[in-house]
Antibody, heavy 127, light 108 residues
Framework: QVQLVQSGAEVKKPGASVKVSCKAS????????IHWVRQAPGQGLEWMGM????????NYAQKFQGRVTMTRDTSTNTVYMELTSLRSEDTAVYYC????????????????????WGQGTTVTVSS | SSELTQDPAVSVALGQTVKITCQGD??????VSWYQQKPGQAPVLVIS???IRPSGIPDRFSGSTSGNIASLTITGAQAEDEGDYYC???????????FGGGTKLTVL
Protein backbone atom coordinates (compact mmCIF):
# COMPACT_ATOMS: atom_id res chain seq x y z
CA GLN A 1 0.00 0.00 0.00
CA VAL A 2 1.05 3.61 -0.45
CA GLN A 3 3.23 4.82 2.42
CA LEU A 4 5.04 8.04 3.16
CA VAL A 5 7.44 7.83 6.11
CA GLN A 6 8.97 11.03 7.43
CA SER A 7 12.09 11.69 9.46
CA GLY A 8 11.98 12.33 13.19
CA ALA A 9 11.37 15.40 15.27
CA GLU A 10 13.85 18.27 15.18
CA VAL A 11 14.74 21.06 17.58
CA LYS A 12 16.51 24.03 16.06
CA LYS A 13 17.71 27.44 17.14
CA PRO A 14 16.50 30.63 15.42
CA GLY A 15 18.47 31.28 12.26
CA ALA A 16 19.30 27.62 11.68
CA SER A 17 18.05 25.35 8.90
CA VAL A 18 16.12 22.10 8.99
CA LYS A 19 15.85 19.34 6.39
CA VAL A 20 12.94 16.91 6.61
CA SER A 21 12.79 13.72 4.57
CA CYS A 22 9.81 11.79 3.23
CA LYS A 23 10.38 8.25 1.93
CA ALA A 24 7.75 6.88 -0.42
CA SER A 25 6.84 3.26 -1.05
CA UNK A 26 4.05 1.19 -2.58
CA UNK A 27 3.73 3.06 -5.87
CA UNK A 28 5.73 4.44 -8.79
CA UNK A 29 7.58 7.31 -7.11
CA UNK A 30 8.06 9.41 -10.24
CA UNK A 31 4.40 9.36 -11.27
CA UNK A 32 2.90 11.61 -8.58
CA UNK A 33 3.52 15.12 -7.28
CA ILE A 34 4.53 15.39 -3.63
CA HIS A 35 3.34 18.36 -1.57
CA TRP A 36 4.56 19.79 1.72
CA VAL A 37 2.01 21.15 4.18
CA ARG A 38 2.62 22.52 7.65
CA GLN A 39 0.48 23.10 10.71
CA ALA A 40 1.48 25.42 13.53
CA PRO A 41 0.24 24.54 17.03
CA GLY A 42 -3.52 25.05 17.23
CA GLN A 43 -3.65 26.41 13.70
CA GLY A 44 -4.86 25.25 10.29
CA LEU A 45 -3.10 23.64 7.36
CA GLU A 46 -0.74 25.69 5.21
CA TRP A 47 0.54 24.62 1.79
CA MET A 48 4.26 25.21 1.35
CA GLY A 49 4.94 23.89 -2.11
CA MET A 50 5.31 20.84 -4.31
CA UNK A 51 7.84 18.84 -6.27
CA UNK A 52 7.67 16.70 -9.37
CA UNK A 53 9.77 13.66 -8.41
CA UNK A 54 10.33 12.83 -12.07
CA UNK A 55 12.01 16.02 -13.23
CA UNK A 56 12.68 17.64 -9.87
CA UNK A 57 10.83 20.83 -10.83
CA UNK A 58 9.30 22.69 -7.93
CA ASN A 59 6.58 25.21 -7.17
CA TYR A 60 6.73 27.12 -3.88
CA ALA A 61 4.13 29.20 -2.07
CA GLN A 62 5.00 32.87 -2.24
CA LYS A 63 5.36 33.04 1.53
CA PHE A 64 8.26 30.59 1.51
CA GLN A 65 10.06 31.67 -1.67
CA GLY A 66 13.75 32.12 -0.94
CA ARG A 67 13.63 30.09 2.28
CA VAL A 68 12.42 26.67 1.16
CA THR A 69 14.05 24.12 -1.12
CA MET A 70 12.44 20.83 -2.12
CA THR A 71 14.55 18.11 -3.68
CA ARG A 72 14.27 14.42 -4.45
CA ASP A 73 16.44 11.33 -4.70
CA THR A 74 14.99 8.85 -7.18
CA SER A 75 17.46 6.14 -6.11
CA THR A 76 15.84 6.00 -2.66
CA ASN A 77 12.33 7.28 -3.49
CA THR A 78 12.79 10.11 -1.03
CA VAL A 79 11.85 13.77 -1.16
CA TYR A 80 13.34 16.44 1.07
CA MET A 81 12.16 19.81 2.31
CA GLU A 82 14.75 22.24 3.64
CA LEU A 83 13.69 25.44 5.39
CA THR A 84 16.32 28.04 6.22
CA SER A 85 16.53 31.10 8.48
CA LEU A 86 14.21 29.49 10.98
CA ARG A 87 12.21 31.64 13.39
CA SER A 88 9.86 30.77 16.21
CA GLU A 89 6.86 31.10 13.88
CA ASP A 90 8.19 28.09 11.93
CA THR A 91 7.46 25.82 14.89
CA ALA A 92 4.96 23.39 13.38
CA VAL A 93 4.24 19.86 12.26
CA TYR A 94 5.42 19.40 8.69
CA TYR A 95 3.67 16.87 6.45
CA CYS A 96 4.45 15.46 3.05
CA UNK A 97 1.50 14.29 0.97
CA UNK A 98 1.05 12.58 -2.38
CA UNK A 99 -1.27 13.81 -5.09
CA UNK A 100 -4.44 11.83 -5.84
CA UNK A 101 -3.83 11.48 -9.58
CA UNK A 102 -0.75 10.87 -11.67
CA UNK A 103 1.14 13.93 -12.86
CA UNK A 104 -0.16 13.83 -16.42
CA UNK A 105 -3.75 13.64 -15.16
CA UNK A 106 -3.15 16.52 -12.79
CA UNK A 107 -1.74 18.64 -15.61
CA UNK A 108 -4.55 17.84 -18.04
CA UNK A 109 -7.46 17.44 -15.66
CA UNK A 110 -6.57 19.65 -12.73
CA UNK A 111 -5.48 19.23 -9.14
CA UNK A 112 -7.80 16.91 -7.23
CA UNK A 113 -6.33 16.56 -3.76
CA UNK A 114 -3.75 14.82 -1.59
CA UNK A 115 -4.47 11.15 -1.08
CA UNK A 116 -1.68 9.87 1.13
CA TRP A 117 0.03 11.70 3.96
CA GLY A 118 3.16 11.16 5.97
CA GLN A 119 2.92 10.88 9.73
CA GLY A 120 4.24 14.40 10.23
CA THR A 121 7.52 15.77 11.56
CA THR A 122 7.52 18.18 14.48
CA VAL A 123 9.98 21.02 14.10
CA THR A 124 10.51 23.19 17.14
CA VAL A 125 12.39 26.47 16.83
CA SER A 126 13.53 27.77 20.17
CA SER A 127 16.53 29.53 21.62
CA SER B 1 -3.97 35.51 -4.00
CA SER B 2 -7.01 33.50 -3.08
CA GLU B 3 -8.89 32.73 0.08
CA LEU B 4 -11.10 29.85 1.06
CA THR B 5 -13.50 30.76 3.87
CA GLN B 6 -14.98 28.21 6.27
CA ASP B 7 -17.15 28.58 9.36
CA PRO B 8 -14.92 28.01 12.42
CA ALA B 9 -17.31 25.61 14.14
CA VAL B 10 -20.41 23.57 13.39
CA SER B 11 -22.39 21.13 15.52
CA VAL B 12 -24.80 18.37 14.63
CA ALA B 13 -26.97 15.96 16.59
CA LEU B 14 -26.04 12.32 16.36
CA GLY B 15 -27.62 10.76 13.28
CA GLN B 16 -28.58 14.06 11.70
CA THR B 17 -27.26 15.66 8.53
CA VAL B 18 -24.70 18.45 8.52
CA LYS B 19 -23.27 20.57 5.74
CA ILE B 20 -19.82 22.16 6.03
CA THR B 21 -19.19 24.92 3.51
CA CYS B 22 -16.17 26.51 1.86
CA GLN B 23 -16.42 29.76 -0.07
CA GLY B 24 -13.95 31.16 -2.57
CA ASP B 25 -13.91 32.72 -6.02
CA UNK B 26 -11.51 30.14 -7.44
CA UNK B 27 -14.00 27.37 -6.67
CA UNK B 28 -15.85 28.45 -9.80
CA UNK B 29 -12.87 27.17 -11.82
CA UNK B 30 -11.04 24.52 -9.83
CA UNK B 31 -11.85 21.29 -8.01
CA VAL B 32 -12.08 21.23 -4.23
CA SER B 33 -10.97 18.42 -1.94
CA TRP B 34 -11.92 17.85 1.70
CA TYR B 35 -9.89 16.49 4.62
CA GLN B 36 -10.79 15.27 8.08
CA GLN B 37 -8.26 15.70 10.87
CA LYS B 38 -8.46 14.33 14.38
CA PRO B 39 -6.24 15.54 17.24
CA GLY B 40 -2.66 14.44 16.92
CA GLN B 41 -3.22 12.76 13.55
CA ALA B 42 -2.41 13.56 9.94
CA PRO B 43 -5.26 14.77 7.74
CA VAL B 44 -7.28 12.17 5.83
CA LEU B 45 -8.77 12.82 2.41
CA VAL B 46 -12.54 12.26 2.54
CA ILE B 47 -13.60 13.81 -0.78
CA SER B 48 -11.33 14.41 -3.76
CA UNK B 49 -11.89 16.59 -6.82
CA UNK B 50 -14.89 15.54 -8.95
CA UNK B 51 -16.49 14.71 -5.57
CA ILE B 52 -15.02 11.21 -5.41
CA ARG B 53 -14.88 9.34 -2.11
CA PRO B 54 -11.58 7.49 -1.62
CA SER B 55 -11.65 3.82 -0.76
CA GLY B 56 -12.56 3.28 2.89
CA ILE B 57 -14.46 6.53 3.35
CA PRO B 58 -18.09 5.88 4.40
CA ASP B 59 -20.77 6.78 1.87
CA ARG B 60 -22.37 9.20 4.35
CA PHE B 61 -19.72 11.70 3.15
CA SER B 62 -20.49 13.54 -0.08
CA GLY B 63 -19.35 16.70 -1.79
CA SER B 64 -20.87 19.28 -4.11
CA THR B 65 -20.13 22.72 -5.52
CA SER B 66 -22.46 25.48 -6.60
CA GLY B 67 -20.92 28.66 -7.92
CA ASN B 68 -18.25 29.77 -5.51
CA ILE B 69 -19.43 27.61 -2.59
CA ALA B 70 -18.34 24.01 -2.03
CA SER B 71 -20.07 21.81 0.52
CA LEU B 72 -19.18 18.67 2.39
CA THR B 73 -22.32 16.87 3.57
CA ILE B 74 -22.37 14.17 6.23
CA THR B 75 -25.69 12.32 6.11
CA GLY B 76 -26.33 10.61 9.43
CA ALA B 77 -23.38 11.97 11.41
CA GLN B 78 -21.64 9.54 13.76
CA ALA B 79 -19.64 10.24 16.89
CA GLU B 80 -16.44 9.26 15.07
CA ASP B 81 -17.01 12.08 12.56
CA GLU B 82 -15.99 14.67 15.14
CA GLY B 83 -12.87 16.53 14.13
CA ASP B 84 -11.57 19.38 12.03
CA TYR B 85 -12.49 19.59 8.37
CA TYR B 86 -10.48 21.50 5.77
CA CYS B 87 -11.25 22.37 2.18
CA UNK B 88 -8.42 22.70 -0.34
CA UNK B 89 -8.19 23.95 -3.88
CA UNK B 90 -6.04 25.83 -6.31
CA UNK B 91 -5.11 29.44 -5.99
CA UNK B 92 -5.51 31.73 -8.97
CA UNK B 93 -1.75 31.69 -9.51
CA UNK B 94 0.26 29.07 -11.33
CA UNK B 95 -0.61 25.78 -9.62
CA UNK B 96 -0.47 27.23 -6.12
CA UNK B 97 -2.73 25.60 -3.56
CA UNK B 98 -4.65 26.96 -0.60
CA PHE B 99 -6.52 25.52 2.38
CA GLY B 100 -9.57 26.91 4.10
CA GLY B 101 -9.21 27.89 7.74
CA GLY B 102 -10.93 24.71 8.91
CA THR B 103 -14.25 23.86 10.56
CA LYS B 104 -14.44 22.11 13.91
CA LEU B 105 -17.32 19.63 13.84
CA THR B 106 -18.95 18.59 17.11
CA VAL B 107 -21.41 15.68 17.17
CA LEU B 108 -23.85 16.14 20.05
Amino acid sequence: QVQLVQSGAEVKKPGASVKVSCKASGYNFTNYYIHWVRQAPGQGLEWMGMINPSGGDTNYAQKFQGRVTMTRDTSTNTVYMELTSLRSEDTAVYYCARDVVVIQAAISGGYQGMEAWGQGTTVTVSS
Amino acid sequence: SSELTQDPAVSVALGQTVKITCQGDTLRSYYVSWYQQKPGQAPVLVISGKNIRPSGIPDRFSGSTSGNIASLTITGAQAEDEGDYYCNSRDSRRYHLVFGGGTKLTVL
